[in-house]
C-alpha cells in the first residue's frame, strides 16, 4: 500500500500537459541575435517586438506555419534588470513597449504560439532575474500573459537544486490550467552523462537541451551529430511523443553552413526526431535556404508519429563516413548516409541493408533531398558524396518477400 501511494504522488508531479506529441517547430532568437539590446542603433536586429513580429508574419505568410513551424521563442534578455515592486519580472519597455502579452496577442492572431525564457537560478545566464524563489509567481505570469512556451535555462544555481527545482516548476506549470509546452537545461548542465537522470527528465519535461549550445559554423554542427551519434544508447531510449532530446537550434540560413552541410543539419535533426527551432534571419533567406527549411519529405520523418529518434548505425574506422538509420510509423525507414572527411574528390559509398538495420532483400528507396523515387535497390545502397558534411538521405520502404 505505501509502494502504491507513493508512486501515485511520483505520477502527480509529472508534467501533464498534453503536448509535443511531435518535435516542436518554430523560430527562437539566441543564436543569431543574442542578447542585442542596442534599438537605437541597431533597430533591426535588437530583440524587440518588432523583430519577433516580422518573424511571426514571415512564418505566416510566407510558408514556414503550413509545414509545421509553429512557435515564435523569445530568450534571454527580455527583461529589465530588477523585479517590479510587487515582486513580478518586467518586460524592457524599450524592447517591448507595449508589453509582452500585446505581443502575444498578436502572435496567436496569426493562429502562431508564443514563448518565452526563464532561468532556474539566481539569474539568467545574461543576468537578469531569476526564478529560484518564485516559481509559482513567474509561471502564474506567463500563463496570464498568454505564453505557450517556457525554456527554463540553468545559469546561477547548483545542479544539484535540479532534481527538485525542474520538476517544481512542472507542477506550477501544471497547476497554472494552461497548455505550456516545458523545454528544460537540465541534462546539459551536468558534465558526467553517466548521471543524468533521462527517466525523470523525461517525465517532467517535453524537450530538453543536451550539450553545448550551437554556434554559427559547421565545427559546431558536426560536434553536436558527433555527439548524439556517440551517446545514442543513453537518449535515444528516452525520446519519443511528449519527450524529446534537443541538440538545440537549425542554424540554416546564417553564415556558416555551406549548401551540403545546410541540408546536413537538417537532415541529421529529423533523423534525431529533433525540435526544428529556426534561429536565422527569415527576412533574407536565400531561396535554396527556404527549401531546405520547408522540406516536407524531411519534416515528415521528424515529425513522424511514432517517435522513435535515429541513431549511427555504422561509422568507419577512421571516422570518416557513417550511416544512420530510423524506423518510421509505416514500417520504411529513414536513412542518412554522412560524409566527415574533407579530402579531394566526391566518392562513392555504400550501405548494406544489414548495416542499416533494415531486415529485408530489396527496397524501394526515395531521395528525400531531390524528391525523386530512385527504383527497387537490393541488399545496399550505394552514393556519391562530396567531402566536408554532406549526406544523401532516404526513405527505404522494404518490400515484403512473396514467400
Known amino acids: 500500500m505505501i509502494l502504491f501511494l507513493l508512486g501515485v504522488l511520483h505520477v502527480s508531479f509529472g508534467l501533464d500537459n498534453g503536448l509535443a506529441r511531435t518535435p516542436p517547430m ?10 542585442n539590446t542596442d534599438c537605437k ?25 503550413d ?11 527580455w527583461m529589465e534588470r530588477e523585479r517590479g515592486a ?17 505581443l502575444a496577442d ?60 525542474y520538476p517544481a516548476v512542472a507542477k506550477a506549470l501544471n497547476d497554472t490550467g494552461r497548455p505550456i509546452l516545458y523545454s528544460c537545461s537540465w541534462p546539459a548542465y551536468l558534465h558526467d552523462k553517466d548521471k543524468v537522470p533521462y527517466g525523470d527528465i523525461a517525465q517532467h519535461c517535453n524537450l530538453w537541451r543536451n550539450y553545448a549550445d550551437v554556434q554559427d559554423s559547421w565545427t559546431s554542427v558536426q560536434n553536436i551529430i558527433n555527439w548524439f551519434g556517440d551517446n545514442h544508447g543513453d537518449l535515444a531510449s528516452f525520446a519519443g511523443p511528449g519527450n524529446w532530446n534537443d541538440p538545440d537550434m537549425l542554424i540554416i540560413g546564417d553564415y556558416g553552413l555551406s549548401f551540403e552541410q545546410s541540408e546536413t543539419q537538417m537532415a541529421m535533426w529529423a533523423m534525431m526526431a529533433a525540435p526544428l527551432y529556426m534561429s536565422n534571419d527569415l527576412r533574407n533567406l536565400r531561396q535554396w535556404q527556404k527549401n531546405i527549411l520547408m522540406n516536407q519529405e524531411v519534416i515528415a520523418v521528424d515529425q513522424d508519429p511514432l517517435g522513435k529518434q535515429g541513431v549511427r548505425v555504422y561509422q568507419d574506422a577512421k571516422k570518416k563516413h557513417e550511416y544512420w538509420s530510423r524506423e518510421l510509423a509505416d514500417g520504411s525507414y529513414a536513412v542518412v548516409m554522412y560524409r566527415r572527411d574533407t579530402s579531394g574528390l566526391p566518392r562513392p559509398y555504400t550501405a548494406t541493408f544489414k548495416q542499416l538495420n533494415i531486415d529485408t ?8 533531398f531531390q524528391h525523386m523515387d530512385l527504383g527497387v535497390y537490393t541488399d545496399q545502397i550505394t552514393a556519391t558524396l562530396p567531402p566536408s558534411g554532406s549526406c544523401k538521405m532516404f526513405k527505404v520502404t522494404p518490400i515484403k518477400s512473396q514467400f
Not at 518554430?26 to 542578447?35: A, I, K, M, P, V
Not at 502562431?112 to 545566464?125: A, N, R, S, V
Request: some cysteine; hydrophobic content about 35%; charged content about 25%.
Open 67 to 77: 509545414v509545421g513551424y509553429e512557435y515564435v521563442n523569445i530568450d534571454d534578455c
Open 361 to 368: 532483400k530489396s527496397a524501394h528507396v526515395r531521395d528525400l
Open 26 to 35: 518554430g523560430w527562437l532568437n539566441w543564436e543569431r541575435y543574442r542578447c
Open 86 to 102: 510587487d515582486g513580478k519580472l518586467v518586460a524592457n519597455p524599450d524592447l517591448f513597449p507595449q508589453g509582452i502579452p500585446a
Open 41 to 65: 542603433n541597431d533597430p533591426d536586429n535588437c530583440i524587440s517586438a518588432d523583430l519577433f513580429l516580422e518573424m511571426a508574419k514571415i512564418m505566416k505568410y510566407e510558408g514556414y506555419a
Open 106 to 165: 498578436a502572435i496567436h492572431s496569426m493562429g502562431l504560439k508564443i514563448g518565452i525564457y526563464e532561468d532556474y537560478g539566481t539569474k539568467t545566464c545574461g543576468g537578469f532575474p531569476g526564478t529560484k524563489d518564485h516559481i509559482e509567481d513567474d509561471v502564474n505570469l506567463f500563463a496570464s500573459w498568454g505564453i505557450d512556451s517556457l525554456k527554463l535555462d540553468g545559469c546561477y544555481c547548483n545542479t544539484s537544486e535540479f532534481s527538485t527545482g
